[in-house]
């Protein structure tokens, strides 16, 4: 089993910049990609950005360019650097986990709010 619990958000104007930290703890040795998603209530869990054990990392569009995902493996950590916070980037952020060998379980944390005013 593995636990996640985010740190981090916050309210802040748009612009502004906000970093999100990620803890793993548990079975650590077997976390594969992490990654955050984000959620509000009038819309479907987006993808924001995640990152493989070796540091490949994909985002979602609407982040390109303004986020950064990074990981520290020896700290059992996922950050999420956010600038050029714009209002649509409020919701609900979540960290996620893949873990496993030979079968695979998702994991959820329980979220962090950013909220960003305009």
């Known amino acids: 089993q593995v636990q996640l619990v985010e740190s981090g958000g916050g309210l802040v104007q748009a612009g502004g910049s906000l970093r999100l930290s990620c803890a793993a703890s548990g079975s650590i040795f077997l976390i594969n990609t992490m990654g955050w998603y984000r959620q509000t209530p009038e819309s479907q869990r987006e993808l924001v950005a995640t990152?493989?054990?070796?540091?490949?990392?994909d985002y979602g569009d609407s982040v390109k360019g303004r986020f950064t995902i990074s990981r520290d493996n020896a700290k059992n950590t996922v950050y999420l650097q956010m600038n050029s916070l714009k209002p649509e980037d409020t919701a609900v952020y979540l960290c996620t986990a893949n873990y496993g060998s030979g079968s695979y379980s998702i994991t959820w944390g329980l979220g962090t709010q950013v909220t960003v005013s305009s």
């Open positions: 990152i493989t054990r070796r540091g490949l990392t």
